[in-house]
């Protein structure tokens, strides 16, 4: 399903989607999503244009509500009867895309994996290379068949709170901290109100950017040297956090590429290390 010049076997083409659009087992997913200061309405432009037939996915609707948190995993059932609702049922193949290029669309591959789901897949470039090649959108929302879809939750894919810290505390695994430079190091604003700005002692920074070429991702000589700048040891476990559990899901998928597929990901992320009372430090890495 990938064409050679791809960085990753999960990735698809634009010309593999357009060639494939309106399969009966394929399901288009627009898994657009922008950060609080962003002022920008994911699915607004959803109905404003989408690659014809997709289907909206709310990763703030389709998560743990009660949480407290922003977009945390639901439970499986609930996870099961939401993308059901959407059409999406056992044996569909999935490609997942964002209005970006490459931002919230690993999350939702991500979480689809996490799931069960195998057939699943990012759109290389996303919207704006299939906008920018001419490519076909339409408007509105897109009224699917409800499906049948089985959760096979791996809950080892997931970290806690908890387990982050004693991770960091025994130095089994590393944290990959996605966020900006200036927000690792405390140097800038968290985007959401009452968290202090700072990072987990012992973790790394590896920004999402950094691993991401103009939407796509970036070609794995790219991905090792920033892995080695961020002071990473690929062949040691790795778990990825960010703000929210978004864009460590980016630096996921570029792990994987090159090979260093993570042990898991730390879904509270920054929201709920950053308002605990869990240790923070500022500055580079230690």
């Known amino acids: 399903m990938t064409d050679a010049p791809l960085s990753s076997p999960w990735l698809v083409s634009t010309g593999w989607l357009a060639d494939t659009l309106g399969a009966p087992d394929l399901v288009v997913v627009d898994a657009s999503w922008h950060l609080p200061t962003a002022g920008r309405d994911?699915?607004?432009?959803?109905?404003?244009?989408?690659?014809?037939?997709?289907?909206?996915?709310?990763?703030?609707?389709?998560a743990d509500t009660a949480s407290g948190l922003p977009h945390m995993l639901?439970?499986?059932?609930?996870?099961?009867?939401?993308?059901?609702?959407?059409?999406?049922?056992?044996?569909?193949?999935?490609?997942?895309?964002?209005?970006?290029g490459l931002f919230s669309a690993p999350r939702v591959w991500w979480t689809f994996q996490t799931f069960g789901a195998r057939e699943v897949f990012i759109l290389d470039?996303?919207?704006?290379?299939?906008?920018?090649?001419g490519r076909p959108v339409e408007a509105g929302e897109a009224t699917p068949a409800p499906a049948l879809f089985t959760p096979r939750f791996d809950a080892s894919r997931v970290a806690s709170i908890d387990e982050v810290a004693g991770l960091l505390a025994t130095g089994?695994?590393?944290?990959?901290?996605?966020?900006?430079?200036?927000?690792?190091?405390?140097?800038?604003?968290?985007?959401?109100?009452?968290?202090?700005?700072?990072h987990m002692p012992g973790a790394r920074n590896l920004p999402f950017g950094a691993v991401v070429r103009d939407g796509r991702l970036a070609d794995p000589a790219a991905i090792r040297a920033a892995v080695a700048a961020a002071g990473l040891d690929p062949e040691r476990p790795?778990?990825?956090?960010?703000?929210?559990?978004?864009?460590?899901?980016?630096?996921?998928?570029?792990?994987?590429?090159?090979?260093?597929?993570?042990?898991?990901?730390?879904?509270?992320?920054?929201?709920e290390w950053g308002g605990s009372d869990q240790p923070v430090a500022t500055g580079p890495a230690d």
């Not at 049922?89 to 209005?99: E, F, K, L, N, W």
């Not at 470039?125 to 090649?133: I, M, N, R, S, Y």
């Not at 559990?245 to 590429?257: C, E, P, R, Y």
């Not at 090159?258 to 730390?266: F, H, V």
Request: hydrophobic share 45%.
């Open 42 to 62: 994911a699915k607004a432009e959803y109905r404003a244009g989408h690659i014809p037939g997709a289907v909206f996915f709310d990763i703030d609707a389709i």
């Open 74 to 100: 639901p439970d499986p059932a609930s996870f099961a009867a939401a993308v059901g609702a959407l059409g999406i049922g056992d044996g569909a193949r999935i490609v997942v895309y964002d209005s970006v």
């Open 125 to 133: 470039g996303g919207l704006p290379k299939w906008q920018a090649e």
């Open 172 to 198: 089994t695994a590393q944290v990959a901290d996605a966020r900006s430079g200036e927000r690792f190091r405390g140097e800038a604003p968290e985007p959401r109100a009452g968290l202090r700005a700072g």
């Open 238 to 271: 790795i778990v990825t956090s960010c703000g929210s559990g978004v864009t460590a899901s980016v630096i996921w998928l570029a792990l994987d590429a090159i090979g260093a597929t993570p042990k898991a990901l730390y879904d509270g992320s920054w929201s």
